[in-house]
C-alpha cells in the first residue's frame, strides 16, 4: 500500500530545492533530530529522538539515497532501530514541481513500515504523531521561505494531514504507512539533504 | 447430595474472599517481595519472522545495575516447552510438535517471541539494558492467516512443519454423512470466521522465582490457574528438576480466562536463572506485553454444510475447519479445535450423522490455546449459525426447529463421541422464551420500525462438555496428563476445619462455594472452613481449574475426602458411644446412636482424635484428616438457551443489545449468586467477542495492530443491558454434586445469540452474512453492500 500527500510551499522549485538542501534550515524544521552523520557516498547514520504517547523512543537508523535528479526528485529509504520501541522502515519518492506563480508542489510517494511496541501502540496516537511531525515541519520550512505566508499555508496543510490520517479503524495499515511516511519523508529528506552539503 | 439438602448449599452466601479483595488484602504475585530481589526484562522480538544472524549483549551486560543477560544460546540443556496433548493426523501420523525454545534459537516467529533475558537490580535498569542488546534480524516474510498460511508459497514457520500444518485430524462416520446429503431435502451452507480474542484478565501475568542454596530448592510465585500441572511441566519436560525441589505458588490470581492455564516461557526462564544469579528474581507483564505474549483464543475459519429433510429435521451435519495454533505449539492447544471443538457438534440435537475435519495450522502470530469456553463457543457458533440459516431458508421459526431436533432420551450418545448424561432442553427453551418475552417481540419490533430503527432477535441453544474430565477417554484421545483432582480434609482438634483443594480460585469464589460444602456436609459454620489452593508445597496435587471443572471434579473430591471423615468419625463415637459402628448415624453435626438421643458433636469426635485417651487404638490410627482422588466417570453437560434482541440503527450501524436472557440447566447448584456472578462475567466476555473484540495482525508484516485498549475494543458496563438469567435443574448423573458447571456457558451461548438477532435485524435489508465481531462499520458496510446489490 501507498500513501501519497502534495504539499504547497509559497516559493519556486529552485529555491525549495536549495532550502532542502540547507542543513540549517533543515536542523530547525526537523523535530527531534539529534545526528547525521555520513556512512559513505549515498548512505547516512541518522538519530532522532521521537515520542509517541507512552512509548520514547532513540532512533538510530540507515538513510539511503537513490535516483536523484536536481531540482525535481529523488527517493529516499531508511531502516532505523528504536530500540524495545520497535523499528521503522520504508521508502519515499519525493518530487517538486511548480505550482502557479512562485510556488512549489512538493510531492511524496512513500510506503512504509513500524514494528514492534510503535505498531502496537494505536493508530490514534501514531496518527496524531505523524500529523503533528509533518506539520510542524512544514509549517517551520515554510516560515523560514516566506514568514507571511506562513499562517494560510499551514492552516490548510494541517487539513490535509488529519485528511489523510484518518484511516479506517479495524481495516488496517493505513495509519502505520502514514506513520512511516511522516518519520521517513521528514527526517529523510532533510537527512539527505544535509548529506549533499 | 442434593440442593434440596438443608443448610447453606443452594444459598446466596457472601463471599468470604471479597472482604479480603474489596479492601486491597489480597496478595498477588506482584505484591510478593523477596529479599535481595532482581527483576527481570524480556527483550522481544518486534519481527513476526526473522532470522537472527546474530546477538551481541555486551553492552547491555555492562549497563548500570544489569546482573545478567542471557539468550536461547545460554540455555544449553533446558528443552523447549511442551504441548499437553498428542493429535493423531487421518494419516496416522502424529501432530508436528517444532521445538518451541524458551528463549529464541536461531530464528523469531512472532511480535513478542521471547530474544533474551535480562536481570537486573531495578526494572528500570532491565528495561534500559534491554535497549542495548543488539540483534541482527534477517526479516523473512510473514503469514498471520491461517488460511493463507496453507497456501503454496505461504512463508515456511518451522522446517518440522511442512506446509505450515500441524495436523489434519477428523472425526466421525464421512460415509453416513455423504449418504444423509444424497437424500436431503434441503441443504444450509455457511463460511464463517471465528475471530482471534486476546484474553485480558485484570492481573496481567507475573512470577517471582528463588533458588535455596541450602536445600537446593526452587520456588516459583506464578499467576497460575493450575500450579502443579505448571511444576510438573517445568521440572519434567523443559528444566530437567526433580519435581519435589520445586514449589510453585498461584496466590490470589487476578482472573485468568484460560490465559494463565499454561506453561509459559518467561516463569520457565526465571526459575532457570534464579540458581545462576542465586537471587531472587521478579517479572510482571506490562499490559502491552501481555498483548503481544499471553496465548490468545478462537482464530477459526470454518465452512459448515446442514442436510435437512423436508420437515426440518437435521440428517448430518458436515464441517471442514481451519485453526491457528500461532507461531508454537501452547500447553493445551491442539486439543481445542479438536476434542474440545468437534465433539460439541451434535449439540442439543439429534443430528444422525456428523462429519468434521480441523486443518491446524502454525501461523507468525503469538500462541493460540484455550480462552473461555475453548473450542465450545466455537462448535456452538458453528451450530447455531447454521441452524438459524436453516430455519430462515426452510421458513420454520426459530425456536420450532430447534425444539424439532431436540434430544429427548437419556443417555444419549451422539456420532461425535460424548454421551449426554441428562439434559431438558424443552425446559431452558421455554424458560429463555419467557425470559426474552418472545410473544411481545413482533410488538416491540413494530414500534422500533416506527423510529426508524431494526429490532432482531436471536436463538442459541447450546451445550458444553464441562467436569474435564474422565482421565481414561482423555488419554484415548491423546492427553498427556490425567484430569482427575485431588482434596484434603484436615479437621483440627478443636473441630474447625482446613481444606486443600488442588482446583485453583482466580475469581470463581471457590472459597466460599467449597465451604459451603464442607460447612453443609459436618454440620459446623461456615466460618469455621478455611479453603487452601494454589501451593504445591501445601495442597497434596491437583490439576487446576479450566473447563467449569472446580465443583464437579474438584468439589467432588472434597466431597469423597468428607465423606471419609465422617465414616472414621463414626467408628470414633461408636468407640465412644459404645455402640456399632452401623448404628451410628451423622446429621446436623451430630453423630448419634440410631433410636436413641446418646450423640457426640463433631467437635467431641475431633478433640477425641487428637487427644486418644479412651480411643480404639488397636483397630484405628488418631487424627482426623482426610484425602480423596476423584476421577470424573464422564463429563458434565451444562445447556441451556440464550436468546438476544438487539436494535440497529441502519445509518450508524450501531447494535444497541436490548435484552438478554439466559435460560441455563447447570445441575444442582451450591451458590446461586456465584452462578449468576459466573453467568454476567461469561456473557459479557460473549457479547465482547460478538459486539466488539478482534484481534487484527497486518497480513503483510505480522505486526499486532490491536496492541492496545486503543485499538482493541473491550466491553464495557455500558455495552451491556441488564441481564435476565434464570436456570433450571437436571442434576449430573454420575457426580455426588450433581453439578454440572458454570463457568464458560455465558461465553458459549452469547456469541451465537448475538450475531443471529443481528442477522434478524438486517434479514429485511437482505443482509445474509456478517461475521463477528458486529462493529458499527461492519454492519454499516453490510448494510450499504445489501442495498448495492438490491
Redesign the interface.
Known amino acids: 500500500m501507498e500513501i501519497s500527500n502534495t504539499r504547497i510551499v509559497p516559493a519556486p522549485p529552485a529555491v525549495v530545492w536549495g532550502a532542502l538542501n540547507d542543513p540549517d534550515v533543515l536542523k530547525d524544521c526537523l523535530p527531534g533530530c539529534e545526528s547525521i552523520e555520513r556512512l559513505s557516498e549515498g548512505e547516512w547514520r541518522v538519530v532522532m529522538a521521537a515520542r509517541v504517547g507512552p512509548v520514547a523512543a532513540r532512533f538510530t537508523g540507515r538513510m539511503a539515497m537513490s535516483e536523484v535528479v536536481a531540482p525535481t526528485s529523488y527517493t529516499l529509504s531508511f531502516d532505523g532501530q528504536g ?2 520501541a ?2 521503522a522502515k520504508g521508502e519515499a519518492r519525493v518530487s517538486l514541481a511548480p505550482s502557479g506563480a512562485d510556488e512549489t508542489a512538493l510531492t511524496y510517494v512513500a510506503k512504509a ?5 510503535l ?7 501514531v496518527d496524531g504523531v505523524a500529523a503533528k511531525m509533518t506539520d510542524d515541519f512544514f509549517t517551520r520550512f515554510i516560515q523560514r521561505r516566506r514568514p507571511a505566508a506562513a499562517a494560510e499555508v499551514s492552516g490548510a496543510e494541517a487539513g490535509a494531514g488529519k485528511a489523510a490520517a484518518r484511516g ?6 493505513s495509519w ?1 504507512r502514514y506513520a512511516a511516511i511522516a518519520a521517513i519523508v521528514v527526517v529523510l529528506i532533510i537527512l539527505y539533504l544535509r548529506a549533499r552539503t | 447430595m442434593g440442593a434440596n439438602e438443608t443448610g447453606i448449599i443452594g444459598q446466596s452466601v457472601r463471599r468470604k474472599e471479597d472482604a479480603r479483595f474489596l479492601t486491597g488484602a489480597g496478595q498477588y504475585t506482584d505484591d510478593v517481595t523477596l529479599p535481595n530481589q532482581t527483576h527481570a526484562y524480556f527483550l522481544r522480538s518486534p519481527h513476526a519472522h526473522a532470522k537472527i544472524r546474530s546477538i551481541d549483549t555486551s553492552k547491555a551486560k555492562a549497563a548500570p545495575g544489569v546482573v545478567a543477560v542471557y539468550t536461547g544460546a545460554d540455555l544449553e540443556g533446558v528443552n523447549g516447552l511442551p504441548c499437553g496433548w498428542l493429535i493423531t493426523s487421518v494419516d496416522g501420523t502424529p501432530m508436528k510438535e517444532p521445538p518451541h525454545p524458551v528463549l529464541a534459537k536461531g530464528k523469531v516467529r512472532y511480535v513478542g517471541d521471547h530474544v533474551a533475558l535480562v536481570v537486573a537490580e531495578t526494572r528500570s535498569q532491565a528495561k534500559d539494558a534491554s535497549e542495548l542488546i543488539e540483534v541482527d534480524y534477517d526479516v523473512l516474510p510473514a503469514v498471520v492467516n491461517p488460511v493463507d498460511a496453507l497456501k503454496p508459497g505461504a512463508p515456511q514457520i518451522h522446517d518440522e512443519a511442512p506446509g505450515n500444518k500441524c495436523y489434519t485430524w477428523s472425526i466421525g462416520d464421512k460415509a453416513a454423512v455423504d449418504a444423509a446429503f444424497a437424500k436431503a431435502a434441503h441443504v444450509t451452507k455457511l463460511d464463517l470466521v471465528n475471530n482471534r480474542l486476546i484474553p485480558n484478565a485484570i492481573e496481567p501475568r507475573a512470577a517471582v522465582a528463588s533458588y535455596s542454596r541450602a536445600d537446593e530448592s526452587y520456588t516459583l510465585y506464578v499467576t497460575s490457574q493450575n500450579p502443579h500441572v505448571e511444576r510438573l511441566l517445568m521440572t519434567a519436560f523443559v528444566l530437567g528438576l526433580p519435581e519435589h525441589k520445586l514449589r510453585v505458588i498461584a496466590p490470589d490470581v487476578g482472573g485468568g480466562f484460560g490465559s494463565k492455564i499454561y506453561l509459559y516461557a518467561e516463569e520457565t526462564a526465571m526459575v532457570w536463572a534464579s540458581k545462576r544469579v542465586n537471587r531472587p528474581i521478579k517479572w510482571a507483564a506490562e499490559r502491552s506485553e501481555s498483548f503481544v505474549s499471553d496465548a490468545h483464543g478462537r482464530d477459526h475459519v470454518t465452512h459448515a454444510e446442514l442436510a435437512l429433510d423436508k420437515d426440518g429435521k437435521f440428517l448430518a451435519m458436515r464441517v471442514r475447519t481451519t485453526a491457528a495454533m500461532g507461531a508454537y505449539l501452547s500447553t493445551f492447544a491442539s486439543c481445542i479445535p479438536t476434542i474440545l471443538y468437534a465433539t460439541l457438534l451434535a449439540g442439543q440435537y439429534t443430528t444422525p450423522a456428523i462429519h468434521c475435519e480441523v486443518t491446524a495450522v502454525f501461523t507468525n502470530t503469538a500462541p493460540v490455546d484455550a480462552y473461555r469456553g475453548a473450542g465450545r463457543p466455537e462448535a456452538t457458533y458453528v451450530v447455531e449459525r447454521i441452524v438459524r440459516e436453516a430455519g430462515v431458508e426452510m421458513g420454520i421459526a426459530q425456536d420450532e426447529i430447534r425444539r424439532r431436533n431436540f434430544i429427548r432420551s437419556f443417555p444419549y450418545q451422539t456420532p461425535v463421541a460424548l454421551n449426554y448424561d441428562i439434559g431438558d432442553y424443552d425446559q431452558t427453551l421455554a424458560g429463555a422464551n419467557e425470559l426474552a418475552d418472545v410473544k411481545g417481540f413482533p410488538a416491540r419490533r413494530a414500534e422500533a420500525a416506527k423510529r426508524g430503527k431494526l429490532r432482531g432477535l436471536g436463538y442459541a441453544s447450546y451445550i458444553e462438555a464441562c467436569g474435564l474430565a474422565p482421565s481414561n477417554v482423555a488419554g484415548a484421545l491423546g492427553a498427556r496428563a490425567g484430569l482427575f483432582e485431588a482434596g484434603q480434609v484436615r479437621v483440627h482438634p478443636t473441630g474447625s476445619v482446613t481444606v486443600f483443594t488442588g482446583s485453583h480460585s482466580h475469581g470463581q469464589g471457590h472459597e466460599t462455594t467449597f465451604a459451603q460444602i464442607v460447612a453443609s456436609k459436618l454440620g459446623i459454620p461456615i466460618e469455621n472452613v478455611d479453603i487452601v489452593h494454589g501451593d504445591t508445597g501445601r495442597v497434596l496435587f491437583g490439576m487446576g481449574t479450566y473447563g467449569s471443572r472446580s465443583l464437579a471434579v474438584g468439589g467432588t473430591a472434597i466431597v469423597k475426602a468428607l465423606d471419609k471423615v465422617v465414616a472414621k468419625g463414626k467408628k470414633i463415637a461408636a468407640h465412644l458411644l459404645e455402640a456399632a459402628e452401623t448404628d451410628i448415624e451423622f446429621e446436623d453435626g451430630k453423630f448419634s446412636v440410631a433410636g436413641t438421643d446418646r450423640s457426640k458433636t463433631f467437635g467431641e469426635i475431633a478433640l477425641t482424635a487428637y487427644v486418644p485417651h479412651n480411643y480404639p487404638l488397636d483397630k484405628l490410627e488418631p487424627g482426623l484428616d482426610e484425602t480423596a482422588f476423584y476421577d470424573p466417570t464422564n463429563f458434565t453437560y451444562p445447556a441451556g438457551t440464550h436468546i438476544c434482541e438487539v436494535e440497529i440503527d441502519p445509518d450508524t450501524g450501531v447494535v444497541d443489545i436490548a435484552g438478554f436472557s439466559a435460560c441455563d440447566d447447570f445441575g444442582n447448584i451450591i451458590n446461586p449468586m456465584i452462578v449468576e456472578g459466573q453467568v454476567h462475567g461469561g456473557l459479557a466476555q460473549g457479547i465482547g467477542q460478538a459486539l466488539l473484540e478482534s484481534c487484527v495482525y497486518d497480513p503483510e508484516s505480522g505486526q499486532l495492530l490491536t496492541g492496545s485498549y486503543m485499538d482493541y475494543a473491550m466491553p464495557r458496563a455500558d455495552d451491556m443491558p441488564s441481564f435476565k438469567v434464570s436456570t433450571r435443574v437436571t442434576p449430573c448423573t454420575h457426580n455426588p454434586l450433581g453439578a454440572k458447571g458454570c463457568g464458560e456457558a455465558g461465553a458459549i451461548g452469547s456469541p451465537a445469540a448475538l450475531m443471529n438477532a443481528v442477522l434478524d435485524a438486517l434479514a429485511p435489508l437482505g443482509v445474509k452474512h456478517l461475521d463477528m465481531p458486529a462493529s458499527p462499520q461492519r454492519v454499516w458496510h453490510a448494510i450499504q453492500s445489501a442495498k448495492a446489490a438490491a
Do not use: N, T
Not at chain 1, 513500515?113 to 511496541?117: F, N, P, R, S
Not at chain 1, 505498531?119 to 496516537?125: C, D, E, K, N, P
Open positions: 530500540g524495545a520497535g523499528f513500515q513500524v514494528g514492534g511496541k505498531a502496537q501502540i494505536g493508530s490514534r496516537l479506517a479503524p479495524g481495516g488496517g495499515i502505520i
